[in-house]
């Protein structure tokens, strides 16, 4: 069973910062795609960023120019540094991979970690 756990969130001032880390455990192939996704009290799940095994990373607008989404392949672990952060940014942030258990899967698996608690004071 692969399990990603995330750590990193807490409570910053408006302009702060943070990183977030969120790491895969358990028996595994390869993790291709892996993402930050966000999700603020009563609004639906959003992806913030998502970065392939290679290292090529994709952002939402908002987040453009001040979080940044990197990844340790050896490590199968995935960060994201968030700089400048807005009250609006307060959201439970959750981290999801596309996992390949076995080398001969020809699909991959669709992991959720539990989130973490990102809350941004004015």
């Known amino acids: 069973q692969v399990h990603l756990v995330e750590s990193g969130g807490g409570l910053v001032q408006a302009g702060g910062s943070l990183r977030l880390s969120c790491a895969a455990s358990?028996?595994?192939?390869?993790?291709?795609?892996m993402n930050w996704y966000r999700q603020a009290p009563g609004k639906e799940r959003e992806l913030v960023a998502a970065i392939t095994r290679g290292g090529s990373t994709n952002y939402a607008v908002s987040v453009k120019g001040r979080f940044t989404i990197s990844r340790d392949n050896a490590k199968n672990t995935v960060y994201l540094q968030m700089n400048s952060l807005k009250p609006e940014e307060t959201a439970v942030y959750y981290c999801?991979?596309?996992?390949?258990?076995?080398?001969?899967?020809?699909?991959?698996?669709?992991?959720w970690g539990q989130g973490t608690q990102v809350t941004v004071s004015s």
């Open positions: 999801n991979a596309d996992v390949f258990l076995y080398y001969y899967q020809t699909a991959a698996l669709d992991y």
């Open positions: 358990g028996s595994l192939f390869r993790i291709n795609v």
